[in-house]
């Protein structure tokens, strides 16, 4: 067997191994089968043989004395064998004295060599010899087995051979057949891994088309702020530039001088604004949660709406009976509000109907939420319009009237505030904004008083303002001095820390991002070499903020006004006292 | 020419077949004697003598004719021709008992059957095979010829080969007529 595995090794072998094996074993059926007769052949011999030599020594007196009745019973003594033909015993001279022929075949008559032929018996001459004189011969014929018992016998040999090769066929053409299958499976595994690679080169070649893609749209996206903000910006800039340029101008009268500064303020507010936006849309603008109820802040801001949409828009609010609080930033809130009701009026443009309303939900597993809902009755949005409404740059508005930023600070702020924004709309249908905000369980606290009316005069302290930027800086500084503080001026944490361990201070005034030491490891190291100095931080945006807060200390965010600086000095220094 | 040759192929087939029928009764049926004088010698075959009475070797077995002859020149040619062991057989006649030294086999017949009884129990002490004739009288030697049923046969008394030292083959007991058994 392992030489019919070691031929099928060899591919183009096998099937010329098979036909040699099964000719070898043919061949050494026949050989076996030939063999076998004449091995046959010679015992037969030789038993006949000895037949004749039994015979010859039983007759040996009996022909000695010529007596024929005693040859004949020892001749008749052998002829029980049926498979004895002829028997002939001869006198010296060659006379027969006795013999036996079965089916008319007699012994011939007269003994003489060679032998006669006789039809396929074996035949044996055997001399009678007494004392070393030959007194005569038996002469023995014997037919060979039967041919239909020897062909039986062959035939099973025959069969056992043909069944061994018949074995090895069918081995062989198993093992081609495996081989074959076997070729077919490593071809498939060839193309299939091929086909893998070819599909990791797409793959490949699709994730470079697609990051080049979204490169692409940065680039665009990138385009449209800078045309946005510089727009923007530029027109807010040029109204500060004007004011500023005008309020320079000696003998400037009390009420145009309160007009242009007022302008002033109010440009900066909107660009405030519009950074604020930014940096919602950035996610960069840390949050000032507060928790508060839903349906009072709509209360406090239906005047505000009424102005801001003008008397073409009729404001109509549905408020449920148990709106629950929320936890959020008041300022974002109310822009949000504000983003989704201007929206509203664009889609207005010849008046109608904005319904502001709260609902309590239970939103899958995130428990209780307020919805807040605005609807319009205005155009509606298409389909695509509706994909693209939160994208940020996006605007259905003309150039300068929208920086596309409303509706992406409202997403950011929901998404920020652990909450969700929707919008269901068709053309024509008018449009809802769904803000989801989860519920709080605090209760709402009385809001802080507003600063509002202008500074309010509390005790005046000494303060450590820490601040890198130099025209900030001497801004703060001014600022403080007009509040009638004592300001220590310090350019980064470690000469603030410096001073602070030397020198008493009421409160530190401390940027948050600044090279070196930070205004937040400042606080940290003060809280614990000076426990119980206060520390206002103030920053444009910070990641550190955002991610984990200011550790419970009062932030004023930039840009900040006078008012709010005030209020937040006179705070702290109020606790201390 | 063909009828001829075929004339003649039929005359030698004739001949031939009248040759055959006239010589096959003279061989079937031989006188007696010539049988006995034919068998004689034959008897040596199958006895083994005492080793000190075997020939020394080109000294021939010697067949003694002890009294009457009655075979004359048929016994010398059927001993002429045979050859035991290489041993030549030699036939010696003689009338008394006296000058039987030297025999292997004797023949014995008085002229009357007391003489062949006196022969006899002259051979007596002696390793001898003695044969008697069964037509010279009741007297046996070792072997007896008898005609039984028309055809010369023998007795064998192989008790009387033992008391001799004689051995007598199996096959040579096996044919004969009958056997007085050796005791033992």
Redesign the interface.
């Known amino acids: 067997m392992s030489l019919l595995r070691t031929l099928s090794a060899q591919r183009r072998g096998a099937p010329l191994a098979i036909v040699a094996m099964v000719g070898l074993l043919l061949i050494a059926g026949i050989g076996i089968i030939l063999q076998n007769e004449a091995a046959y052949r010679d015992r037969q011999a030789q038993e006949t043989r000895v037949h004749a030599e039994i015979l010859s020594?039983?007759v040996?007196?009996?022909l000695?004395?010529?007596?024929a009745?005693?040859v004949q019973e020892a001749v008749d003594a052998i002829r029980v064998n049926r498979q004895v033909r002829a028997i002939g015993v001869y006198d010296a001279a060659g006379?027969l004295i006795g013999g036996y022929g079965r089916d008319g075949a007699g012994p011939a008559p007269r003994f003489a060599e060679p032998l006669p032929p006789t039809g396929g018996a074996v035949t044996s001459a055997v001399p009678v010899i007494?004392?070393?004189?030959r007194i005569g011969t038996v002469y023995l014929a014997s037919d060979p087995e039967p041919l239909s018992r020897r062909i039986t016998r062959y035939i099973i040999i025959g069969l056992l051979m043909l069944m061994a090769a018949l074995v090895v066929v069918v081995l062989g053409v198993g093992q081609n057949a495996l081989r074959r299958v076997n070729r077919q499976l490593e071809e498939r595994a060839d193309a299939l891994a091929r086909a893998n690679a070819e599909l990791k080169v797409q793959i490949g070649e699709r994730a470079k088309a697609e990051d080049q893609l979204r490169q692409a749209q940065k680039m665009q996206a990138l385009g449209q702020l800078t045309g946005g903000i510089a727009h923007d910006f530029n027109n807010l800039l040029t109204v500060i530039q004007g004011s500023a340029d005008m309020l320079r101008r000696p003998g400037l009268a009390e009420d145009k001088r309160l007009r242009f500064a007022e302008a002033v303020v109010q440009a900066s507010s909107r660009a405030a604004a519009l950074t604020g936006q930014l940096l919602a849309f950035a996610r960069r603008q840390p949050l000032q949660p507060e928790v508060m109820e839903v349906n009072e802040l709509i209360d406090d801001m239906t005047d505000l709406l009424d102005r801001t949409l003008g008397e073409r828009i009729e404001i109509r609010t549905l408020l449920a009976d148990e709106a629950c609080t929320v936890e959020a930033d008041r300022t974002q809130l109310e822009s949000a509000l504000l983003n989704i009701a201007v929206n509203a009026r664009d889609a207005m443009p010849g008046g109608g109907i904005l319904t502001i309303g709260t609902a309590s939900v239970h939103h899958g597993d995130q428990g209780a939420m307020v919805a807040l809902s605005v609807t319009d009755s205005g155009v509606g949005m298409d389909e695509d319009t509706l994909g693209r409404a939160f994208e940020p740059f996006f605007t259905t508005k003309l150039t300068g009237k929208g920086t596309g930023l409303g509706l992406s600070q409202v997403y950011g702020f929901a998404s920020q505030s652990g909450g969700e924004v929707r919008i269901d709309s068709a053309p024509g249908e008018g449009t809802t904004v769904t803000l989801l905000l989860p519920c709080s369980g605090a209760s709402s606290a009385a809001r802080a008083e507003d600063g509002g009316a202008g500074p309010a005069r509390g005790r005046a302290g000494r303060i450590l303002l820490v601040e890198d930027n130099e025209e900030v800086g001497a801004f703060a500084e001014d600022l403080l001095s007009e509040l009638g503080h004592d300001i220590a001026r310090a350019r980064s944490g470690e000469e603030a820390l410096e001073r602070a361990l030397a020198e008493p201070f009421d409160a530190v005034f401390s940027d948050v991002v600044m090279p070196g030491m930070s205004g937040l490891d400042l606080a940290d190291r003060l809280a614990q070499e000076r426990p119980g100095l206060p520390v206002i931080l103030t920053t444009g945006y910070s990641d550190k903020i955002t991610r984990s807060g200011a550790g419970g200390r009062p932030i004023i965010l930039k840009p900040y006004r006078l008012e709010t600086l005030a209020t937040a000095i006179d705070q702290v220094l109020k606790d201390r006292t | 020419m063909r009828a001829a040759g075929r004339l003649g192929a039929a005359l030698a087939l004739g001949l031939a077949l009248a040759l055959a029928l006239a010589i096959g009764p003279a061989r079937a049926q031989p006188s007696e004697d010539a049988v006995k004088a034919a068998f004689l010698p034959r008897f040596a075959r199958y006895v083994t003598w005492p080793p000190a009475s075997v020939p020394v070797p080109a000294a021939p077995f010697h067949l003694c004719v002890v009294g009457h002859d009655p075979f004359g020149g048929a016994l010398d040619r059927a001993a002429g021709s045979e050859l035991i062991d290489g041993h030549r057989v030699a036939v010696r006649r003689m009338a008394t008992a006296s000058q039987s030294a030297g025999c292997h086999v004797a023949f014995v017949r008085g002229a009357q059957p007391q003489d062949t009884a006196r022969l006899l129990a002259a051979l007596r002490q002696r390793p001898i095979l003695t044969i008697t004739d069964a037509r010279a009288g009741p007297q046996r030697g070792i072997i007896h010829f008898a005609v039984v049923g028309g055809r010369v046969r023998f007795f064998i008394d192989d008790a009387a080969a033992a008391e001799r030292g004689l051995s007598i083959s199996s096959r040579l007991l096996a044919i004969a007529a009958g056997v007085r058994q050796r005791r033992g």
Request: zero cysteines.
């Open positions: 020594a039983s040996t007196a009996a000695d004395f010529r007596d009745h005693a006379a007494i004392r070393g004189e």
